[in-house]
């Protein structure tokens, strides 16, 4: 450990791996790589009283950007593990007080454990300093965040690792950011729903388990972006998916046009596609620096393109596209590109090598040219319809027909569909089958297609309707873990503590084959005292087991569900379709039937915005299905026979 003025290092990452200078970062060569981890982080967490109370502050070298964070977490320190996961970074500051050369703090032999190949930097506690950091940021931030300041001004811990991350790169980094040139951003947990490392692991959202080099994933799905720009911030929402439901239906609502507009559609992805990465370009131009000739060329390039993309975006009808449109009527872009041109001549541009672009044939025939090819467009749109839908969001988890995102695009056969209803009612429900029968899959599609509503993408199924989830907690899929000594039964128990002393009555909970690490007897017994506790929730939460035993619960509890994987045997013995069938027995039908009419009202009363005819007859529906189900408790009357 070598002593250096402003830091100790603490901790060297596996390999030769050399933090570059954020002047040197961009070349010519390199302006659109988006691949390679680059995120600087500063940990602070609060001393005595304040015990648990974390402060992060983050800088991409590629990106002007300063993102802030706080918030309370627990003994274990999941969010801050799931935080840093998600920003992947490249080298980690916290305070030396905290490090080995401290009294080495639990949170930092968490973030050591977790992340071995990131170099971590110890930098002197008395550069964590609130005030200075709060000065920084009034020096920094571009006026158009300057509303951050009302924001942070009480996030002491955010600000004092902004301070230690901003003294960090002029001192070590040799870097200093020009005045009123960084955005400034802050980032509650409350603001985004949390999966930690091991769900997005369990669901594959970024990262395939088998080869981690495979676009076999969620984020491999739904990546069509044309930017590195674009591609970095689709990666962070689906680790990150929204809460606020605002939010997503503006998002939602941009998809909706693009997918009804096939000239805006073509035209904006065809502008989008010749920026460069504009976040890296402009890390570089704000730093008090000179500046290379191709960097310069490279910004006039991108403000060139602001005039077509202007163009393409201003007959847009949804809020955010028009935003979008309206923040690109700044006349400072002309005003900046007449002072370029003043030095840089008309002719100079920048030059991609060989591209060849790819000819939309099917669109470039203007509409009611030719009757046949419109045909063919409303076949198209009617088409994309059946492929995705639009999610609604209420308080229930209904999913008509869905199907597993990553299975659909990788099999060579269309998956098969299943659909789920999941609601305050029938909020448990317990899954049995045999093995090979799909459970594991239903489990992944249903939490998949929840990540997917909630970051404002379409959903593979014929209708769907989410609630918003806090939190989505999977325990998938256990083995022994070596690096931590861990048998496969310790792992289970871990996870599985994780889960409850974190779920909440917003929570999406997904739990497959718990207590197989152990006896039959005891993982009976693991389950069903896991079961009893999760049922004190209103969290949605789907268990698949192998134990029959706990399909009595359903007896026990009304908003207990059993449902059951059928397998169905063909001659070829080739496939096996995955079904859902439901079993119970008929004194539990008949509680249930009272139980979900009596919820259906209670939901009706709270959400329905029918008129009184409407809403008569949907109540005169309900009284039907309520009717139906006693009679389906109830079972066929026998009849009387004569010998």
Do not use: W
Not at 7 to 13: S, T
Not at 89 to 113: R, V, Y
Not at 264 to 277: C, H, P, Q, S, T
């Amino acid at each position: 450990m070598r002593v250096t003025g402003l830091v100790v290092k603490a901790c060297e990452p596996e390999g030769d791996q050399i933090l570059p200078l954020v002047s040197n970062l961009t070349t010519s060569s390199s302006v659109s790589s988006a691949t390679v981890a680059s995120v600087i982080v500063a940990v602070v967490e609060g001393r005595g009283l304040a015990r648990g109370e974390i402060g992060i502050a983050s800088i991409d070298l590629r990106c002007p950007e300063l993102i802030l964070s706080q918030f309370p977490d627990t003994g274990t320190y999941a969010k801050v593990v799931t935080k840093l996961h998600i920003l992947t970074p490249l080298e980690i500051l916290m305070p030396d007080t905290a490090s080995d050369k401290g009294k080495g703090t639990k949170l930092f032999g968490l973030i050591t454990e977790n992340f071995r190949n990131v170099a971590f930097t110890a930098v002197q506690r008395k550069y964590f300093n609130e005030r200075k950091g709060l000065e920084y940021i009034q020096q920094l931030c571009a006026p158009e965040f300057s509303t951050v300041l009302m924001e942070v001004q009480a996030k002491y811990y955010c600000l004092a690792a902004a301070a230690a991350l901003l003294k960090y790169f002029e001192f070590i980094q040799n870097s200093v950011y020009a005045p009123k040139s960084l955005k400034v951003s802050f980032r509650g947990s409350e603001q985004t729903a949390m999966i930690d490392s091991t769900s997005a692991k369990n669901l594959e959202l970024v990262l395939n388990n088998r080869d981690p080099r495979s676009d076999h994933t969620l984020l491999g799905v739904l990546n069509y972006t044309k930017t590195p720009g674009g591609s970095r911030r689709l990666r962070s929402n689906v680790l990150e998916p929204l809460l606020d439901t605002d939010t997503i239906n503006t998002r939602l609502d941009s998809v909706q046009e693009l997918l009804q507009d096939e000239e805006l559609f073509f035209g904006l992805k065809g502008a989008i596609a010749r920026f460069l990465d504009i976040d890296q370009l402009l890390s570089v131009l704000v730093q008090l620096a000179e500046a290379k000739i191709m960097h310069v060329i490279n910004l006039k390039h991108t403000l060139e393109l602001v005039a077509p993309l202007k163009a393409v975006l201003k007959n847009c009808q949804t809020p955010l596209l028009k935003a979008y449109c309206s923040s690109l009527e700044d006349n400072r872009f002309d005003i900046i590109l007449e002072q370029i041109k003043t030095v840089i001549n008309d002719d100079t541009s920048y030059t991609k090598g060989s591209l060849n672009m790819r000819t939309q044939k099917c669109y470039a025939v203007r509409p009611n040219i030719n009757e046949f090819l419109d045909i063919a467009r409303r076949a198209y749109t009617e088409i994309v319809d059946d492929i995705a839908v639009r999610p609604e969001f209420t308080d229930t988890l209904a999913i008509k027909q869905g199907r597993h995102p990553i299975l659909e695009r990788i099999s060579g056969q269309q998956p098969i569909s299943n659909s789920s209803y999941i609601s305050e009612g029938s909020n448990f429900i317990l899954i049995t089958g045999p093995n090979m029968s799909g459970k594991s899959t239903y489990l992944k599609q249903v939490a998949l297609c929840q990540v997917m509503a909630q970051i404002g993408s379409f959903v593979p199924a014929e209708y769907a309707s989410f609630r918003i989830a806090d939190q989505i907690f999977t325990r998938i899929g256990v083995d022994d873990d070596f690096e931590t000594n861990s048998s496969t039964f310790m792992v289970e128990m871990k996870e599985i503590s994780y889960i409850i002393h974190n779920a909440s009555d917003r929570s999406l909970i997904i739990i497959d084959e718990l207590g197989r690490g152990t006896s039959a007897e005891e993982g009976i017994g693991i389950c069903h005292a896991v079961c009893e506790f999760l049922l004190n929730f209103r969290a949605f939460t789907l268990f698949a087991t192998h134990f029959l035993e706990l399909c009595q619960l359903e007896a026990l509890y009304p908003n207990v569900e059993n449902h059951h994987m059928g397998v169905t045997l063909t001659r070829s013995a080739s496939s096996n379709a995955e079904k859902e069938k439901q079993q119970s027995d008929p004194e539990a039908l008949k509680h249930r039937a009272v139980y979900h009419l009596a919820t259906r009202l209670l939901q009706a009363a709270r959400n329905s915005r029918l008129d009184p005819d409407s809403l008569r007859i949907y109540l005169k529906g309900l009284k039907k299905r309520y009717q139906a189900e006693l009679r389906a408790a109830e079972g066929p009357v026998p009849t009387n026979t004569e010998d």
